[in-house]
Every structure is written in structure tokens, then in C-alpha cells.
């Protein structure tokens, strides 16, 4: 094991089967940074941003049901039916048409958090994947730094499309604020009083606070194991999505220092190989080059899954082609995953542990899943266990920034 710390010498350093562990002290820049953007300012200390945006969703979706039980007292709600994918495959639990029924009614639920966009100067609330073929009634439930907004839609209001990826990827609500108010509040009662409009069919259900005791239940139910083995670690202050920008951040820096002979740059338009078309920098294809290598960086946190009883590691919207042997559109894949010892950087084979996603893989990307056994709640135990998998695999483990 190679100690990366002040003095290294990181000239002719041949990686091989050797790991590298740099101290975190190294990146305190990006580590401890102060730098909050708007969104991460207006939700300090509001737990649900911490989670990853699956697992927020999953519990504002059980909050929703839960309001849409009480102010419809005595209904019948049932699970959603499994059906089947388009492939001839039982759908799982996470991936039904719906989300629930009520009284036989087909109901399903999207919610967004208020999210202040730089390029457009505003707030917006932006709810993806809305099928509406799909089901009877939507519920939007909308996460605003003071309080969760829940309303009924009338599956008409700010409705668009995505062109030829809405059959698979489904249509899109976005409720923006005024333009250059960057104020939180100003910004909620702009959006909020475009959807109270009585010249459109939606009607607010509820008000929740972020201290409800429902929403508490659900956050130690679904997270409180989590939260506990990540408590003052660094970053886990961050919201789920600043916090991934701080990662590929940090495997920047450590895929710079690790190759000091080439030029690191981050992507842009026209950079590295040729793309077919010329992009934002959100939206390219990769992260950064290293020399002519394209290079692509996806993080998730090590996360304790109730209802399976085992941790897990969940990388998202890996986009690579259609073709057979998953071309990507990128050289390399580099895997942060966040921990409570720290962050461990893998360069990935793009074969372990991948899955699809359904008809929306081709818009929405392949999945890198990989889990720890199950029944095992030590997060440390679960973690060798899977850093086990990564290291039995085609993935390389090349460095660790150690906490």
C-alpha cells in the first residue's frame, strides 16, 4: 500500500496491483469548501436533501400516500400490480406503471424539490417521467426549503414533451419562478401560485411540515442507519447533488495527480474526439480528458436498503450506446463510492454489476448496482463485502482518499 501525502513523488508511479491512499487533509478545498449554491442555502439542515434522489423520492411517495388515505377516508388503497415489462418481464416494485390504486382508480406520484438553475437565473420545480397513459390521477409533491406542497394535477398544466424519447422516457412538468429572483421565498410563492391558478384544474391537498411526524417516521425508517454511520463525516452535510459534484471533484484531482504526463481538461465542445453534435458543459458526454481519453465520473453513497436488509451501492444514468457490446460514449468509467472511511475510486470494466432500465435505458442510462449480503446491518462488515465484489471483478481499485 503506497501513503500519497506531502513530498510524494508522483513521477513514473506505476499503479499495478498497488493501492494509493491519499489523506483527506490533501483535498480540503474541495472537501471542506463553504461555497453553498442557493438550493444548498434555503435546505440547510433539511434531511431530505441528503438523500439520493431515488431514495427522497421513494419516501415524499409514501408521504403522499399516506395524506391521500387521510383525506379519503374510508377507500380501499392497494398496491400497485407488478405487470409486466415490455420484454415479458414481471415488473419489480420500483418499476410499476403506477403507484398505487384507490377504489380501483390508478394513482401515481412525482415529486421535485425546488432547485434554483443558474443558467436560467430562477427557481423551478421540475417533474420527469410523467406517463400519462399510464394512470388515472397524478399527485405532484413538491419539496420547498419551509415546507412539502402536495397537489392533485389535471394532467394538462405545464405539461410537455421530450420529442421522440417521450414514449419511453415520458412527458416533463416544469413550474419556473420569476426570472433574476433569487430569493427562496419570493421565487415558492411565484411557482406555488401558478398551480393554485383557478384557471387551472389543479388543487392543493396539503401542507406538510418538515417536522411532521409522518415525514420523521419515514426518515428513520427508510434512512436512519445510514445517517447514523455517515454522522459528521465529510460532505454528508451536502445535498445529495452537491455532494456528487465534490466527488467528481475529487476524482478529478486524484486522476491528475496519478497521471502528471498528460493534460487533464474537462469536457467541452469540440474537445478530445469529435461528438456529433456541440454541447453545454452539463451536457457533455463525459466529465473531463485526460490527454485524448475521454473520461466519465459517477459517485453514489454506500446506502442501507430496510427492505432488502443490506447495503448497496446505486450508480445512475451511465449512458452508453445501443449496441450489444455496450459501446460507451466515453473511454473510461471512474466509480466514486462514498463511505464513511472514504471515498474509494474504481475504474470500471462497464460489465459488473450493470442493469438496464427498462424501454427507458436509451434515454435515461444503465444502472451500476452492487450489494452487500444480506441481513448484514454493520456498514463495515457490508463494505468489505462488497469491496470484495468490485476487486473480484474487472474493476480496478486505484485509489482511496481516506477520512
Known amino acids: 500500500m503506497l501513503c500519497a501525502g506531502r513530498g510524494f513523488n508522483y513521477a513514473g508511479l506505476r499503479l499495478g496491483s498497488r493501492l494509493i491512499v491519499f489523506p483527506a487533509s490533501m483535498f480540503n478545498d474541495i472537501l471542506a469548501s463553504q461555497v453553498r449554491s442557493p438550493t444548498s442555502r434555503a435546505f440547510e439542515g433539511n434531511a431530505l436533501v441528503h438523500l439520493p434522489q431515488a431514495t427522497r423520492g421513494r419516501i415524499l411517495q409514501s408521504l403522499a400516500r399516506s395524506v391521500d388515505s387521510e383525506i379519503n377516508p ?25 403507484d398505487w390504486r384507490r377504489d380501483g382508480q390508478r394513482i401515481e406520484c412525482k415529486s421535485a424539490m425546488m432547485l434554483w438553475v443558474p443558467s436560467q437565473a430562477s427557481w423551478q420545480l421540475h417533474f420527469a417521467g410523467v406517463k400519462l397513459a ?26 410537455s414533451s421530450h420529442g421522440f424519447k417521450t414514449r419511453t422516457l415520458g412527458h416533463q412538468i416544469l413550474v419556473r419562478g420569476p426570472s433574476g429572483v433569487e430569493q427562496w421565498s419570493d421565487a415558492r410563492d411565484a411557482i406555488l401560485g401558478k ?21 420523521e417516521a419515514l426518515l428513520h425508517e427508510t434512512c436512519g442507519v445510514t445517517r447514523l454511520a455517515f454522522k459528521q463525516r465529510p460532505l454528508s452535510d451536502l445535498s445529495s447533488g452537491a455532494r456528487g459534484l465534490h466527488i467528481e471533484e475529487l476524482v478529478r484531482r486524484v486522476d491528475t495527480l496519478l497521471h502528471p504526463e498528460v493534460t487533464v481538461n474537462a ?31 459517477k459517485s453514489s453513497q454506500l446506502q442501507y436498503e430496510p427492505s432488502q436488509r443490506r447495503w448497496k451501492f446505486s450508480f445512475s444514468k ?5 449496441s450489444p457490446e455496450h459501446t460507451a460514449l466515453f473511454d473510461e468509467l471512474l466509480l466514486g463510492l462514498y463511505t464513511p ?14 442493469s438496464t432500465s427498462g424501454a427507458s435505458t436509451v ?6 448496482q452492487v450489494y452487500g449480503p444480506s441481513g448484514v446491518v454493520d456498514w463495515k462488515v457490508a463494505l468489505d463485502a462488497i469491496l470484495r465484489k468490485f476487486d473480484a471483478s474487472g474493476c480496478q481499485r486505484i485509489a482511496v482518499v481516506q477520512w
Open 74 to 98: 374510508g377507500s380501499d388503497s392497494e398496491d400497485a400490480a407488478s405487470g409486466r415489462c415490455v420484454n415479458g418481464d414481471r415488473r419489480g416494485a420500483n418499476r410499476t406503471e403506477y
Open 134 to 159: 399510464l394512470h388515472d390521477e397524478l399527485l405532484l409533491v413538491c419539496l420547498c426549503p419551509c415546507a412539502i406542497y402536495i397537489y392533485r394535477h389535471d394532467r394538462q398544466f405545464a405539461v
Open 195 to 215: 398551480l393554485d391558478d383557478d384557471s387551472n384544474g389543479c388543487a392543493r391537498l396539503a401542507v406538510v411540515s418538515n417536522t411532521d411526524a409522518r415525514l
Open 363 to 368: 434515454g435515461s442510462g444503465y444502472q451500476v
Open 318 to 322: 451511465i449512458k452508453l450506446s445501443r
Open 267 to 297: 469536457a467541452a465542445a469540440g474537445s478530445c474526439r469529435s461528438v456529433a453534435r456541440r454541447r453545454g458543459a452539463h451536457q457533455a458526454e463525459y466529465d473531463w480528458c485526460r490527454g485524448n481519453v475521454r473520461v466519465e465520473c
Open 341 to 354: 472511511h472514504g471515498v474509494y475510486i474504481y475504474r470500471h470494466d462497464l460489465v459488473f454489476g450493470l
